[in-house]
């Protein structure tokens, strides 16, 4: 069974909780190829909060640009190195609750960065997470806020720890949003979406 993965650090393989944020802000309707790359122009020109509001709105737009929606991003950047600093001297805090109250941190990305990064047992909730619990019934959401809210209220604490891993890889390898694998499947047997489509698929 799949784990965590070895030497994981942070997201996007960021070494620190404040880049694993911003990361986590770029990779928003990104490729993790495009992220990747506008994470490396931006933390060449910064790497900490008071260094990133150094540079002006134009420097950081033009550094993350690969991932996209860009002046967005970049604004949000902004807005959470600002309150980072004012409120919490800038250092990342450490709770879901904390990194919530953050600009630009949403469900999603708290979540990610206290699994990463802080080590908690916590199931991160992305699209392919999202996708594959509803498809085989592990959750009844129209959101991945809602999905990440069941996921923690059913799964059992020894899940909790890897479940994000299991389940992406699944989402990543066999449960394509389009034309999922579900020939393949080791869980073909409990899932409702191939019981709903199997004709189809056959």
Known sequence: MPGRTKDAKGPKGQPDAFRSCISCMLSAQSLDRNTAAAAAALFALARTPRAMLALSD????????????YNTKTRNIRRFCE?????????????????????GIGRKCAD????????ADVIAVDTHVHRVCNRIGLTQAKTAD????????????WAL???????????K??????SPRCEVC???DLCEYYAATAKDIA
């Open 58 to 69: 134009e420097a950081i737009a033009a550094a993350i640009k690969p991932c996209g929606l």
């Open 83 to 103: 309150v980072l600093l004012a409120e919490h001297g800038g250092t990342v805090p450490a709770t879901r609750e904390g990194l919530l109250a953050l600009p």
């Open 112 to 119: 990610i960065v206290m699994s990463f990064t802080f080590g």
């Open 146 to 157: 809602r999905t990440a809210e069941q996921l923690e209220a059913r799964s059992p604490a």
């Open 161 to 171: 720890r890897d479940g994000h891993f299991w389940l992406i890889q699944l989402g």
């Open 173 to 178: 390898r066999i449960c394509h949003a389009r």
């Open 186 to 188: 080791p869980v073909q």
